[in-house]
């Protein structure tokens, strides 16, 4: 039999073991493995399962490839019986699907003979097949609700998936997860510089969706005193005390390079807002 992963991503890497289950006597094989549907029809490697191992030095092999494995155990090994391996083969899945799909392992080639060299005919279970998933792409733009000369340190993750920080001219940029979303409904959370960030579960609806998130300007300072990312009198009093300069932090709301009155704006505009669930 030919044991595999219940399911593998797209793109991924995987292994898949012949296995001998109650079968006596086995001195030699022959193993040809194929594969098709949505993984690598060629093999990457090949792995000596523990008929070659538990043989230590004692086994003879052909001039083996990866679609015809030989070995035989030389003396003075004794033949394998009971449960045991003939060895791994690795595949990678296909990569670029647009819906889920399937990997299907066979056994071209399955010769077991005995210490004589007469054959043994094993019960051999039929193919295996492996679900191939789909990994969901995401191509996110995130922009400011406000007039913003850059948007800065823009960073977003798709549960284990994170894009960023990155800083773009103008009001928005896109951040691409191609291929690495594992779920329709991953959680999101959005953040950038002099925004207020937020999160939640969303809804990728097809294998490529778009979607935009625009974040609330005016979110300059997260102290002791303003316990929860809110925009408030705190963000207000830190503009006013960088007022004119360059600004040391996130006072300079719109990135222009000078703290004054259009990022007090953004401040007032937005007062009393707090991190939501992303729209």
């Known amino acids: 039999m030919i044991a595999a992963p219940a399911a593998v991503n797209e793109g991924a890497s995987f292994t898949a073991t012949v296995q001998c289950d109650g079968v006596d006597n086995v001195y030699g ?24 191992t538990s043989a230590g030095s004692d086994y003879l092999e052909t001039n083996n490839t990866l679609n015809a494995y030989v070995v035989s155990r030389r003396a003075p090994a004794v033949a394998a019986s009971g449960d045991f391996t003939l060895g791994s083969v690795n595949f990678t899945a296909s990569g670029g699907l647009s ?22 005919t094993p019960a051999i279970l039929g193919n295996t097949r492996i679900p191939v998933l789909d990994l969901r792409t995401l191509n996110l733009t995130v922009s400011s609700d406000g007039s ?30 191609a291929d690495a979303i594992n779920t329709s409904t991953p959680t999101l959370t959005v953040d950038m510089t002099s925004h207020l960030m937020c999160s939640g579960s969303i809804t990728l609806p097809s294998s490529v969706s778009s979607r935009t998130v625009q974040l609330k300007a005016g979110d300059v300072v997260l102290n002791g005193a303003d ?9 207000a009093v830190t503009i006013g005390l960088a007022y004119g300069t360059a600004g040391t932090g996130e006072e300079d709301v719109n990135g222009d390079g000078t703290v004054n009155i259009f990022d007090l704006i953004h401040v007032g505009r937005n007062y009393g807002s707090v991190t939501g669930a992303c729209p």
Do not use: H, K, W
């Open 148 to 177: 913003v000369q850059q948007v800065r340190n823009v960073t977003a993750s798709a549960n284990t998936e994170t894009r960023g920080p990155q800083t773009g001219a103008g009001t928005s940029l896109t951040l691409n997860f």
């Open 99 to 120: 819906a889920d799909g399937s990997a299907v392992l066979s056994l071209n080639t399955l010769l077991l003979g005995d210490m004589s060299g007469a054959p043994i």
């Open 29 to 52: 094989f022959q193993l040809g493995t194929s594969s098709s549907g949505a993984a690598s029809t060629i093999a990457t490697s090949y792995t000596p399962g523990s008929f070659v």
């Open 227 to 235: 316990v929860s990312a809110r925009i408030n009198l705190y963000d």
